[in-house]
């Protein structure tokens, strides 16, 4: 089983934390800008108790081993005091910021979605004929749970670590700046590794986004098809190339995680090291009464230095290995962010068309004028460049003129196709799998444009017609039936989404639906849910074809309509189809020649060429290729 191959990139497209900074901001500038002041007050906050152990030990408890605590009892009384106020506000500021960052975080997930499936609608065809589904769903799944973990988790810890670090380096030169030289090498060391380390296990951290997203697509593909697969016994074959997509994930998973769980032990032990090294100089320096530079002059080094200075580079040592650790996350969250942007940014389908469809009435003189309310008659309203409108009745003139046409320009699919369908005619399309017949009903809707000839609706080029406009003039049935999540009734509506309860049934009634639906346990009311699972194929047609019916459109397009259908039932379609059909265009594409035969004319396609046309007894007549496919001389491929 074929599937469309569409990977989108896997490395972090540039500028897109400028853009993702932007975009936070956009929307959440006020909670940001708190966010940051709180983790500011956290940061200085853990730095303090350092500070603090130093003025205890030299202000409070040496004094007071040789002179007695209570010449010191009133200084300790008031560190303690304000290291309680230290904390308070740490803890403080943590709460604010971390229920905060809740808020922005999904805030900004839900603003995501929004924007990414506003998008959507807005895309052509040829984007969900070029992209596969499971691919797309994993931009709003999984690069949106990456997003998710860099906002809400790894930004926050990260931008903390940098204040920490940005401290302690402050405290450290006043302290003791040879002693500070010793922590920069190790640092310096440590950064190395995370550079190494935190780097290959970021670039695999990617791989993993790429590899998931590519077997969701498989398995997106696969959920869709299981009938396909059990009928043709391809249960094995699915099961390898899942095989194949797992273990690619496994691989890239692994690595990623191999790299990111080794990088942790390995500055865990560097800061012990750096630990053990740190107190040996301090102890030198304390025992020979070395000369202590600081950023204020020289100062002996005291116990309380020593002891705070080895509690800010253990506490350095965890912090650098806690923002090492983020660093993954934070290349995954940015590559997520790039493939939504991806999608954001995607042209959206052009639409040059400035002729409009209105509700028209005829006035006092017979003439043709706009309405502000429903007619039930419609026409297009065409702004002439003098600045007068004109109005134009539809009625559902359709005419092709010499249109070629290649879905890659260096591949043609129509060549100098002409045809013409009047207001209510019925214009057939048969002929073998990839003649052309459904890209021409493509082209009439302006799923694609032409790059030669002309396509005109009520004499009216239809790159002049807003596509909406165009869209809503015209009913399609397509082979394959798409149902949504809701009521049958619901389901028919669809079609027009203004139109009332007694008119879905009416349509129902007309496309011969009404008796199945009825059957149903809740007749009309009954739910449908995974693309109407409980129906058969031709119920679910029945209620596609009743969907057309309630649109009441002057234009219908029927691509395989009556395909699905057992032959009891498409007679009983096929009449509510003719009362469907009358007095409107009517473009059919059928295998089932026997539904074409009341067509008034017949178009037989070859390789994007007509090569004949006619009604049925005249082409019968001529003996040609619908003779043969007629009487089964061959068949349709």
Not at 207 to 223: K, P
Not at 293 to 299: E, I, K, M, P
Not at 600 to 629: P, S, W
Request: net charge negative; proline share 3%.
């Amino acid at each position: 089983m074929s599937r469309m191959k569409n990977e989108k990139g896997s490395g972090i497209r540039p500028g897109t934390f400028k853009r993702l900074m932007a975009y936070l901001f956009s929307h959440y500038r006020a909670h940001l800008i708190t966010v940051i002041i709180c983790i500011i007050i956290t940061a200085v906050a853990s730095v303090g108790q350092t500070v603090y152990i130093q003025m205890l030990i030299d202000q409070c408890i040496l004094p007071g081993v040789e002179n007695g605590m209570d010449t010191v009892w009133l200084q300790m009384v008031s560190i303690f005091g304000s290291m309680a106020v230290i904390y308070a506000l740490g803890v403080l500021a943590s709460l604010i910021y971390t229920r905060i960052m809740a808020t922005v975080t999904q805030g900004t997930l839900k603003n995501f979605r929004v924007d990414m499936f506003t998008k959507m609608q807005t895309l052509p065809v040829r984007y969900f004929d070029t992209h596969a589904h499971g691919d797309i769903m994993s931009t709003y799944t999984n690069d949106t749970d990456a997003i998710r973990m860099m906002v809400s988790q790894s930004m926050p810890m990260l931008i903390q670590s940098i204040l920490t670090i940005l401290v302690m380096i402050i405290m450290m030169t006043r302290f003791s700046i040879p002693m500070f030289i010793v922590v920069c090498l190790f640092v310096a060391g440590m950064l190395t590794v995370t550079k190494k380390f935190g780097g290959m296990s970021s670039k695999y951290m990617m791989y993993q986004q790429r590899s998931l997203a590519a077997e969701e697509g498989f398995v997106e593909e696969m959920m869709s098809g299981q009938k396909v697969v059990q009928v043709f016994c391809h249960e094995e074959e699915a099961k390898q190339d899942f095989l194949k997509y797992n273990e690619k994930l496994f691989e890239d998973s692994k690595t990623a995680n191999q790299y990111g769980n080794a990088l942790m032990p390995i500055l865990g032990n560097m800061g012990n090291l750096m630990y053990v090294v740190l107190a040996i100089v301090g102890g030198l320096m304390v025992y020979f009464q070395a000369p202590n530079l600081t950023w204020r002059g020289f100062s002996p080094v005291s116990v309380g230095i020593i002891i705070t200075f080895l509690g800010m580079s253990r506490q350095l040592a965890q912090t650098v290995g806690q923002s090492s650790n983020q660093v993954a996350l934070i290349a995954m969250g940015l590559a997520g962010a790039g493939r939504i942007f991806e999608l954001i940014d995607e042209e959206p389908e052009e639409d040059d068309g400035f002729v409009t469809l209105v509700n028209a009435k005829h006035d006092e003189n017979g003439e043709l004028v706009e309405a502000d309310h429903p007619t039930h008659i419609w026409a297009w309203k065409y702004p002439r460049p003098d600045g007068t409108v004109t109005y134009t009745e539809l009625k559902g003139d359709i005419r092709l003129e010499h249109v070629d046409f290649g879905y890659v320009p260096e591949k043609l699919v129509l060549h100098d196709v002409s045809l013409f369908a009047k207001p209510g005619q019925k214009i057939a399309f048969v002929g073998a799998t990839g003649a052309g017949k459904t890209t021409i009903t493509n082209l009439i809707n302006r799923f694609y444009d032409i790059p030669d000839g002309k396509i005109r609706y009520d004499g009216i080029n239809i790159n002049k017609i807003c596509k909406a406009d165009l869209r809503r003039s015209l009913g399609v049935v397509l082979q394959e039936v798409n149902l949504f999540t809701g009521t049958v009734l619901e389901n028919i509506r669809y079609g027009r989404l203004d139109a009332t309860d007694e008119e879905c049934i009416a349509a129902a009634k007309l496309a011969n639906a009404d008796s199945f639906i009825t059957r149903l346990p809740d007749g009309y009311n009954t739910m449908l849910t995974g693309n109407g699972a409980s129906l058969s194929q031709g119920q679910r047609q029945l209620i596609s074809i009743a969907r057309a019916a309630v649109a009441d459109p002057p234009a219908m397009i029927l691509d395989e309509a009556t395909s699905s259908i057992d032959t009891r039932t498409e007679a009983l379609v096929q009449q509510g189809m003719d009362n469907l059909m009358e007095g409107r265009t009517v473009l059919v594409i059928a295998h089932r020649l026997s539904t074409i035969r009341n067509s008034k004319a017949i178009m037989v396609l070859d390789h994007g060429r007509i090569i004949e046309r006619g009604d049925h007894d005249d082409l019968i007549a001529q003996k040609g290729t619908y003779y043969q496919l007629y009487t089964g001389a061959f068949e349709l491929e």
